[in-house]
């Protein structure tokens, strides 16, 4: 009854339909994959927020060359850890990240170097500050001074950004699309860690204008429907070659009804006219 299936035609139906099947499991395992490492991003961000902070050269080793040059990246336990460092601020370095958004308004992020007793620098994002009412959003805004003398940071880790153009200094203020680490070291007169640090507080308190930037978690169970769409489809994809094979079966094999064929000498013989 089924020995269509072994002809060219059906063979080549199961191949196409083996390959499909094949190819939505591992898109489904691919974003199994993803989804644990979202996941294990959420959490380290959760635990951040209740951590306490450890000093910056725990998860930020200092960097080794001269200046211009940048230090090794956090690694992917650390980031989003929460650090503590001491140092001055190097206010003729703010950097102006553009194009930033916050609570759906685009504005700049405000970097500035913290300098590290050892000579060393880390970035520091102070904050988010919008631009100025009835210009352009290029335009620069006016940036909150940053407190003169020592200044104790505590912030979160988080690694380079990359893409977006290149850095150039604007009116004495470098500016930049993406907090690309390597590109901004070469504009500055010392070495520079891998990774920033996201401020959530200091000591002397910042200035009121700036706004804590949002950390955002990722959206892990988007992912996670992924997983269970590409094997369902998986599976359907195999019960419908095992539904169309049937249905040829029966076709081939005269088959009217669901089950069986019709009995046509067992059908009443039609009436004749008189």
Request: proline share 8%; aromatic share 8%.
């Amino acid at each position: 009854m089924y020995r269509f299936l072994l002809t060219p035609r059906w063979l080549g139906y199961l191949a196409l339909t083996l390959v499909a099947a094949t190819v939505m499991v591992f898109l489904g395992n691919w974003q199994l994959d993803r989804y644990r490492g979202r996941t294990a991003v959420n959490e380290r961000i959760d635990a951040g927020a209740t951590m306490t902070p450890a000093p910056l050269r725990d998860a930020l080793p200092a960097p080794t060359g001269g200046a211009g040059t940048v230090g090794p990246a956090p690694t992917e336990q650390l980031t989003w850890s929460r650090v503590t460092a001491t140092g001055r601020y190097d206010s003729a370095n703010v950097v102006l990240v553009r194009g930033r958004t916050l609570d759906n308004k685009v504005g700049f992020e405000v970097l500035t170097p913290l300098v590290l007793a050892d000579g060393s620098a880390v970035l520091v994002d102070r904050g988010w500050i919008p631009p100025v009412p009835g210009a352009g959003a290029t335009t620069q805004p006016r940036v909150p001074a940053a407190p003169g003398g020592e200044v104790t940071v505590t912030g979160r880790v988080v690694g380079s950004e990359s893409g977006g153009g290149g850095v150039a200094r604007r009116d004495g203020t470098l500016e930049a699309r993406r907090i690309d680490i390597a590109k901004l070291a070469k504009q500055l007169p010392y070495p520079v860690t891998g990774g920033y640090v996201l401020l959530d507080g200091q000591t002397p308190a910042p200035d009121p204008a700036f706004q804590a930037v949002q950390i955002g978690h990722t959206n892990n169970w988007q992912n996670f429907g992924y997983v269970w769409q590409w094997w369902i489809f998986a599976v359907m994809s195999l019960v419908g070659y095992g539904w169309v094979a049937r249905r040829e079966a029966r076709r081939l094999a005269g088959l009217d009804g669901p089950d069986e064929p019709r009995d046509r000498a067992a059908e009443p013989a039609s009436p004749t006219s008189a």
